[in-house]
């Protein structure tokens, strides 16, 4: 039966992939790919042959009938992103809702992404939280923040590392210099950092120390 499966997969180490994900991606008949050779790294290190193809945030708008055709004719099809669960802040929602529509099946696997255990072992209220992956780099960007002054749960962003002081001052500017946060860089690598502190102690660290890899920013809601 024709199928599209979401297939998360590890932020960092290999090994945080489940056995049901690998056993999909070595079973599908294609495999769509954010980068062909990030993911084929991934497939080597368990033995996969599945022929892969592209499948990113330039091209989707001009593949995605294409691929539910291929479907849609028998080819049971799994969707990766470079690291995590496709969909969330990677290509994904696009293909999801093409298919929805055609009355394709869409399955995704529980798995690894980097927003939950940023947030969990950020020690802030986990109990209720919003998800606003990447802001705006300019154009909307002072528009969201300032949304979300009065935003009472705990935020979680993603962010590059050249631009996180950046976000972080902007953070304290708005929310306030002395407002709870945490941020979690190179989670599951060899280098995993999680720093604790306010807004204001933040900024300075990461001015001091610049970062690198990836970020997640959890910040606690206004109280």
């Known amino acids: 039966m024709s199928k599209l499966f979401l297939v998360p997969t ?33 497939l080597n290190h368990y033995n996969i042959t599945t022929p892969l193809q ?25 969707l990766v992103s470079d690291a995590g669960t496709p969909g969330i802040s990677d290509p994904g929602f696009l293909l999801v809702r093409s298919c929805l529509e055609r009355g394709i099946p869409v399955e995704t696997l529980p798995g ?3 927003l939950i255990p940023a947030l969990v072992n950020s020690g802030l209220p986990s109990d209720r939280f919003c998800f606003e992956g990447f802001l705006p780099p300019k154009k909307g960007r002072n528009k969201r923040l300032t ?20 976000a972080l001052e902007e953070f304290a500017r708005y929310f306030g210099a002395d407002r709870e946060a945490s941020v979690s860089r190179e989670l599951s690598k ?3 950092e999680n720093i604790r502190g306010s807004l204001l ?23």
């Not at 994900?21 to 990030?38: H, K, N, Y």
């Not at 935020?155 to 590059?160: G, H, N």
């Open 10 to 42: 590890p932020i960092g180490n290999l090994k945080d992939i489940t056995f049901r994900a690998v056993e999909i991606l070595g079973s599908v008949g294609m495999i769509l790919a954010e980068d062909t050779r990030q993911t084929k790294k991934l």
């Open 190 to 192: 060899m280098f995993e």
């Open 112 to 114: 690894a992404t980097a």
């Open 54 to 78: 592209s499948h990113h945030m330039f091209n989707e708008h001009k593949n995605v009938e294409l691929v539910c055709l291929r479907i849609l004719s028998g080819q049971i099809t799994a």
């Open 201 to 223: 102690f933040l900024s300075e660290y990461y001015t001091a120390k610049p970062p690198k890899g990836e970020i997640v920013i959890i910040v606690s809601g206004k109280k």
């Open 147 to 166: 949304a979300l002054v009065d935003e009472s749960r705990t935020m979680i962003f993603y962010e590059s590392p050249y631009r996180l002081v950046k």
